[in-house]
C-alpha cells in the first residue's frame, strides 16, 4: 500500500536523497562558487587569474567579455565575475591605479566570494603597489625586490585552540545524511499510518478480530507492519546516500541499532495516530504537522550545535535529538555501540510508551 501510490515513490525514494544533495553541496567544503572572469589574457593578468585558480576557494570560469560576465550572474550561472580591463598590464607597469569590476547579486555566498577575491587581489597585486611607491629602477627589478622584502622585528605565529566541533574527516554529506534521515524516517511513518486507519474503515481489522486470531497476533501484526515502513525509509536513504555520495555512519553495529530503535518509535507514533484518528486525510495533515514540528524543534532542519542552551534542553523532549547525537557519538568521535547506549536507552523508552499507548488504543477502536 505505500507504493502503490505513485507519489510515494517521489517522496520517499527520490525527494530525500535530492535533499542531502542539496544540503551537502551547499554547505560542504567541496563546494566551490563559480566566479566568471573576464580579461586575462597579458601576463600580468594571467598571472592574477592563476592565483585565484590555486586560491581553493572558488571555481573559475572564464567567460568572453563583460556583458557575458554580466549576464551569467543576472541569470545564476555564476556566483559573481571579475573584469579585468584591458590595461591592466599597462597600468601596473606605469604605477597608475586600475580598477577591477566585481559584479555579484546581494547574496551571502557571494559577498564571501568577494572578500576572497579582494584577499587574492591584494595579494597578487602587493608588490606591484609596493614598486609604485619606490618607481626608482624597472618595473620588474623593483617586484622581485618587493617580493623578497622582510619587515625585521615582526614575527606572525599562528595557534589553534580549542578542537573542532565536527572532525575535519565528517562531510557535509554525513550531517546532511543523518538529519535527513531522521526527518523522513519519522515523517513517513506518521504519514503513512494512514494504511492503518484504512484497513479499521474497510472492516479489514473487524473481520481480523472476529478470526480464530488472538488480539495480541493482530496487535503485533500491524506494530510489525508500522516498523516495516520506518525500516524501509531509512534504509533506501542509507544506502542511497552511501551510494552516491559515499556517506558514512560510523560503527555498522552501532548505527544498525539506533535506525532500529528509531524505527520503532517511528512505528509506535503511527500506530497510536492510526488508531486515535478517524480518516486517512487527518492522518496525513496531523503526521505533517507533528512530523515536521517535532524534526523542527529536535534538530533536524537546522544543527543542534547552533542551538541555544534552553533550546538544547528543550530539544531532548524528542526522540530526533536523542538519535542525533547518538549518531554524532558514532561519527565525530568514532564511538561503538558501547557509547551510544544511552541514546538507544531513550529511544526504546519512547517507542515502549508509543507502542503502549498505540495498542491500548487500537484494541478500543476495535471492540468498541
Given at each position: 500500500?505505500?507504493?502503490?501510490?505513485?507519489?510515494?515513490?517521489f517522496?520517499?525514494v527520490?525527494f530525500?536523497?535530492?535533499?542531502?544533495?542539496?544540503f551537502?553541496?551547499?554547505?560542504g567544503?567541496?563546494f566551490?562558487p563559480?566566479?566568471?572572469?573576464?580579461?586575462?589574457s597579458?601576463?600580468?593578468?594571467?598571472?592574477?587569474?592563476t592565483?585565484?585558480?590555486?586560491?581553493?576557494?572558488?571555481?573559475v570560469v572564464?567567460?568572453g567579455?563583460?556583458?557575458?560576465?554580466?549576464e551569467?550572474?543576472?541569470?545564476g550561472?555564476?556566483?559573481?565575475?571579475?573584469?579585468?580591463?584591458?590595461?591592466y598590464?599597462?597600468?601596473?607597469?606605469?604605477?597608475?591605479p586600475v580598477?577591477?569590476?566585481?559584479i555579484?547579486r546581494?547574496?551571502p555566498?557571494?559577498?564571501?566570494?568577494?572578500?576572497?577575491?579582494?584577499?587574492?587581489?591584494?595579494q597578487?597585486?602587493?608588490?606591484?603597489?609596493?614598486?609604485?611607491y619606490?618607481?626608482?629602477?624597472?618595473?620588474?627589478?623593483?617586484?622581485?625586490?618587493?617580493?623578497q622584502?622582510?619587515?625585521p622585528?615582526i614575527?606572525?605565529r599562528?595557534?589553534a585552540l580549542?578542537?573542532?566541533?565536527?572532525?575535519r574527516?565528517?562531510s557535509?554529506f554525513?550531517?546532511?545524511?543523518t538529519?535527513?534521515?531522521?526527518?523522513?524516517?519519522?515523517?513517513?511513518?506518521?504519514?503513512?499510518?494512514?494504511?492503518?486507519?484504512?484497513?479499521r474503515?474497510?472492516?479489514?481489522?473487524r473481520r481480523?478480530?472476529a478470526?480464530?486470531?488472538?488480539?495480541?497476533?493482530?496487535?503485533?501484526?500491524?506494530?510489525?507492519?508500522?516498523?516495516?515502513v520506518?525500516l524501509t525509509?531509512?534504509l533506501i536513504?542509507?544506502?542511497?546516500?552511501?551510494?552516491?555520495f559515499?556517506?558514512?555512519?560510523?560503527d555498522?553495529?552501532?548505527?544498525?541499532?539506533?535506525?532500529?530503535?528509531?524505527?520503532?518509535?517511528?512505528?509506535?507514533?503511527?500506530?497510536?495516530?492510526?488508531?486515535?484518528l478517524?480518516?486517512?486525510?487527518q492522518?496525513?495533515?496531523?503526521?505533517?504537522?507533528?512530523?515536521?514540528?517535532?524534526a523542527?524543534?529536535?534538530g533536524?532542519?537546522?544543527?543542534?550545535?547552533?542551538?541555544?542552551?534552553?533550546?538544547?534542553?528543550?530539544?531532548?523532549v524528542?526522540?530526533?535529538?536523542w538519535?542525533?547525537d547518538?549518531?554524532?557519538?558514532?561519527?565525530r568521535?568514532?564511538?561503538?555501540?558501547a557509547?551510544?547506549?544511552?541514546?538507544l536507552?531513550?529511544?526504546?523508552?519512547f517507542?515502549a510508551?508509543?507502542?503502549?499507548l498505540?495498542?491500548?488504543?487500537?484494541?478500543a477502536?476495535l471492540?468498541?
Amino acid at each position: 500500500m505505500l507504493f502503490r501510490d505513485r507519489t510515494n515513490v517521489f517522496f520517499v525514494v527520490v525527494f530525500p536523497i535530492v535533499l542531502i544533495m542539496v544540503f551537502g553541496l551547499s554547505f560542504g567544503s567541496g563546494f566551490s562558487p563559480r566566479l566568471g572572469v573576464a580579461g586575462g589574457s597579458t601576463p600580468l593578468a594571467a598571472e592574477l587569474v592563476t592565483a585565484l585558480e590555486t586560491s581553493g576557494r572558488m571555481q573559475v570560469v572564464r567567460v568572453g567579455d563583460a556583458e557575458e560576465a554580466r549576464e551569467g550572474v543576472e541569470r545564476g550561472r555564476l556566483a559573481a565575475a571579475l573584469i579585468i580591463p584591458d590595461g591592466y598590464d599597462r597600468a601596473l607597469t606605469r604605477y597608475v591605479p586600475v580598477t577591477l569590476s566585481f559584479i555579484s547579486r546581494q547574496e551571502p555566498d557571494a559577498l564571501q566570494l568577494g572578500a576572497a577575491v579582494r584577499s587574492v587581489v591584494n595579494q597578487v597585486t602587493m608588490p606591484a603597489r609596493a614598486a609604485a611607491y619606490v618607481r626608482e629602477g624597472s618595473f620588474d627589478e623593483l617586484v622581485r625586490r618587493a617580493g623578497q622584502v622582510s619587515v625585521p622585528g615582526i614575527a606572525v605565529r599562528f595557534t589553534a585552540l580549542g578542537a573542532a566541533t565536527i572532525p575535519r574527516n565528517v562531510s557535509s554529506f554525513d550531517i546532511a545524511a543523518t538529519s535527513q534521515l531522521l526527518l523522513f524516517t519519522f515523517l513517513t511513518s506518521l504519514t503513512g499510518a494512514a494504511a492503518l486507519i484504512e484497513t479499521r474503515r474497510l472492516g479489514l481489522s473487524r473481520r481480523m478480530y472476529a478470526a480464530p486470531v488472538s488480539s495480541r497476533t493482530i496487535l503485533l501484526g500491524e506494530a510489525a507492519g508500522r516498523v516495516a515502513v520506518a525500516l524501509t525509509q531509512a534504509l533506501i536513504i542509507m544506502v542511497g546516500s552511501g551510494l552516491l555520495f559515499g556517506v558514512r555512519w560510523g560503527d555498522p553495529l552501532g548505527a544498525a541499532a539506533l535506525v532500529l530503535a528509531f524505527s520503532l518509535v517511528g512505528g509506535g507514533a503511527a500506530m497510536l495516530l492510526g488508531s486515535a484518528l478517524r480518516t486517512g486525510q487527518q492522518a496525513v495533515s496531523v503526521g505533517l504537522l507533528v512530523g515536521l514540528g517535532l524534526a523542527a524543534i529536535g534538530g533536524t532542519m537546522a544543527p543542534i550545535d547552533f542551538f541555544p542552551e534552553t533550546m538544547r534542553r528543550l530539544a531532548h523532549v524528542t526522540p530526533h535529538a536523542w538519535a542525533l547525537d547518538g549518531f554524532a557519538e558514532l561519527l565525530r568521535r568514532d564511538g561503538t555501540i558501547a557509547d551510544v547506549l544511552p541514546q538507544l536507552g531513550v529511544l526504546i523508552a519512547f517507542a515502549a510508551i508509543l507502542f503502549a499507548l498505540g495498542a491500548w488504543r487500537l484494541r478500543a477502536a476495535l471492540t468498541r
